[in-house]
């Protein structure tokens, strides 16, 4: 199946910067890249879909210029949260779709702490 | 607006014990996921069902889906501690009607085997 690499695991920042999560296929090309959040002891949500070569197409309720998505090639999507506050503090997955078995290969995810 | 519910949301139970933890969703949908989570890990795949009566089974787990019930129903036979995790159902389906695919998840079920 494939494999997906998401960096960093963990991460703090201080409120007002800007981090960047990187989401790389290794093993798979991958025209679509899926960004989810977990807040604690809640379930996944979708935040967008990641594209490759266009816009991303972001959830209601996501903010499209705080969580900027860029997927620039078949292998890598970034995910970028910018002006981070500490409601942005949360566990923020990728995940990718692998249609020949019909499943999905999540990331390791990223633990985002902004203090 | 596709629905997934799953139930119980927490479940305690004795090791050597059975039980089985459901999931309901709210539009037609050939294709439903079981992931299991552990505190602070990302989602690890169980199963894939990609039909109506589909089983499939993994150790202590086995999986099952009735499409035309929208229910599939993950039971645990003989709990043993390991086995304790979150368990989410995830469907994969479209939130709108001109939508693409996208899975969206159950609100998870902690499990917790008591030795």
């Known amino acids: 199946g494939a494999v997906v690499s998401q960096h960093p695991s963990r991460v703090i920042c201080k409120s007002g910067t800007s981090v960047k999560i990187e989401c790389r296929s290794l093993?798979?090309?991958?025209?679509?890249m899926f960004w989810y959040r977990q807040f604690p002891k809640q379930s996944l949500m979708l935040m967008a879909t990641s594209n490759e070569g266009s816009k991303a197409t972001y959830e209601q309720g996501v903010e499209k210029d705080k969580f900027l998505i860029n997927h620039a090639s078949l292998t890598l999507s970034t995910l970028t949260v910018t002006s981070a506050h500490p409601e942005d503090s949360s566990f923020y997955i990728c995940s990718v779709q692998t249609f020949s078995s019909y499943g999905y290969t999540f990331g390791s995810g990223t633990r985002l702490t902004v203090v | 607006e596709l629905k997934v519910e799953q139930n119980p949301l927490f479940l305690s139970m004795q090791e050597g014990k059975n039980y089985t933890i459901y999931c309901n969703y709210s539009t037609t949908s050939d294709r439903l996921y079981w992931y299991r989570q552990d505190p602070g890990k990302s989602l690890e795949s169980l199963f894939v069902?990609?039909?109506?009566?589909a089983v499939k089974q993994e150790g202590r787990l086995m999986a099952s889906l009735d499409t035309k019930a929208r229910l599939s129903t993950l039971h645990i036979t003989a709990a043993v501690h390991d086995l304790s995790a979150t368990y989410f159902c995830a469907v994969d389906g479209t939130t709108s009607g001109a939508g693409s695919y996208q899975l969206t998840f159950g609100k998870g079920t902690k499990l917790s085997v008591i030795p």
């Open positions: 093993d798979f090309q991958a025209t679509t």
């Open positions: 069902l990609l039909s109506n009566g």
